[in-house]
């Protein structure tokens, strides 16, 4: 059965050193994202850690003021990572991210020069996103799994009560099937054709479906079921 997983959280980190420094529009911002994925089990320990997405991408500081949101929803889209951050998901992480840049750098509103030195300033920033199993939709996928194996089994292995193998419908050929082709789904034979008149007996279900009468009733005496549509003979209460 295959595990069902969910997002369960996300934690983001940020490092640099930097720290305080007055930065210009002009001023490049080298930001540097990893996004983690941390597996949990169902007793919520880590099972497994895998880095899905290194990026490094230098932008100025006046185009990610302007753009901060967008530049980390490309980012965060990226097919690498995409299936970790559900659409309702992008904006309050890139918000916090953005919030978070925003505290650390602070903004030099004096004037700037064209002849000023243009600094680069990295930025470190870690996505942690906690997956865990569905434990809900697991118990589910079990429980159906276990009870369509159920109605498998006692399908397959119950037989038709003697009475209701008895009270077949039986005829020879039918005024409809002399119009096309039947085939007995059991034997895979056409009905028209059997070596001797005994076997050209047919029997007919309630669910209307017809097979050669010896065909049906060795199969009602194992499955009490329809071989086609699984409609369910009389059975034995005992």
């Known amino acids: 059965m ?5 997002v369960h959280s996300y934690h983001c980190e940020m490092r640099t050193e930097e720290v305080g420094v007055k930065i210009k529009l002009r001023d490049i911002l080298r930001i540097d994202v ?9 007793h919520l320990s880590v099972i497994e850690t895998s880095t899905l997405l290194k990026s490094s991408t230098p932008i100025s500081y006046q185009n990610f003021f302007e753009n901060s949101i ?3 929803r490309s980012v965060l889209f990226d097919p690498r990572c995409s299936y970790c951050f559900s659409q309702e ?10 919030n978070m840049i925003k505290v650390v750098l602070e903004f030099g509103d004096g004037p700037e020069s064209v002849d000023s030195e243009c600094k680069e300033l990295p930025l470190n920033i870690d996505i942690i ?14 429980g159906e799994e276990i009870e369509e194996e159920e109605m498998e089994h006692y399908a397959v292995t119950i037989p038709a009560s003697a009475e209701a193998i008895d009270s077949l419908k039986t005829f020879s050929i039918s005024p409809f099937l002399k119009k096309k082709t039947h085939k007995c789904n ?3 034979e056409n009905v028209r054709f059997k070596d001797n008149e ?3 007996k047919l029997s007919s279900l309630p669910c209307k479906h017809v097979f050669h009468h010896l065909c049906i009733v060795k199969w009602l005496q194992t499955s009490h079921t329809c071989p086609l549509c699984r409609y369910p003979m009389p059975i034995d209460n005992n």
């Open 2 to 6: 295959e595990t069902v997983e969910i």
């Open 34 to 42: 990893t996004i983690i994925v941390r597996y949990y089990n169902h």
């Open 70 to 72: 967008d530049f980390l």
């Open 89 to 98: 998901m992008v904006d309050p992480v890139s918000e916090k991210i953005v």
């Open 129 to 142: 996103v906690d997956v865990v199993p569905d434990v809900e939709s697991e118990e589910e996928e079990e």
């Open 186 to 188: 059991i034997c895979l």
């Open 198 to 200: 005994e076997n050209m």
